[in-house]
């Protein structure tokens, strides 16, 4: 059999091609193998889980009577170790039908119920609310909408308030309630105004 000269030149650059987009693919492509896919998906599903159970502990420790004094005698303790202890003595990461607690979960909540303060927690007395909890809203810094005029500088007749920010004009070229016929070129085309 006769091969042509070109067939050995073009046969080891679709290798070398091969395996360049296989390396290239995998190292920098965020491509996966079956198995890493597969793990990646049951690392989030344990995580989807450990976080849910996490909320709902501290939901149960919100709910407990005296949950103010518990939570100044969790602060008290300066390890983390000891705090996940706490949670653990307290059954607030027992779910239902369970003997015990993930740690995992366990740690995760008391890691979030260090973060409450205590004026945000209702007094509960004999299963009832006697006074609710304060929302405590921190500073969030406001991001500004996308604005289809950004970049743009006011209209020079506009008004601007003293933060920089312009004020809504109040008179429009056209009531809102109010239909505004279309202009229509003489050969049936719209025309915008």
């Known amino acids: 059999m006769n091969v042509p000269t070109w067939v ?3 046969v080891y650059g679709a290798i070398l091609g091969g395996a360049i987009v296989a390396i290239v693919g995998f ?3 965020g491509w996966v193998a079956g198995g890493s896919a597969a793990a990646s998906a049951e690392e989030a599903a344990q995580q989807g889980r450990t976080d849910l159970a996490a909320a709902i502990c501290v939901q149960n420790f919100i709910a407990d009577e005296g949950a103010r004094d518990s939570l ?3 602060k008290a303790l300066t390890s983390s170790f000891r705090q ?3 949670v653990e003595e307290g059954g607030w990461a027992l779910m239902p039908n369970t003997d015990e607690a993930a740690r995992a979960t366990m740690t995760l909540c008391a890691r979030m119920i260090a973060e409450l303060e205590p004026e945000e927690l209702p007094v509960v007395a004999n299963g009832e609310v006697i006074e ?4 405590i809203e921190e500073d ?7 604005d289809s005029t950004a970049g743009s500088a ?3 007749d506009a008004p601007v308030s003293t933060d920089g920010e312009s004020e809504p004009v109040e008179e429009l070229s056209a009531p809102v309630d109010e239909e505004v016929e279309p202009s229509v070129d003489s ?4 025309v915008q105004d």
């Open 72 to 74: 100044a005698e969790m």
């Open 154 to 156: 006011p209209a020079a």
């Open 132 to 135: 609710p909890g304060e929302v």
């Open 84 to 86: 996940r202890d706490y």
């Open 187 to 190: 050969d049936g085309t719209v």
């Open 140 to 146: 969030v810094p406001v991001v500004a909408e996308p």
């Open 8 to 10: 050995k030149p073009g």
């Open 27 to 29: 190292s920098w492509g």
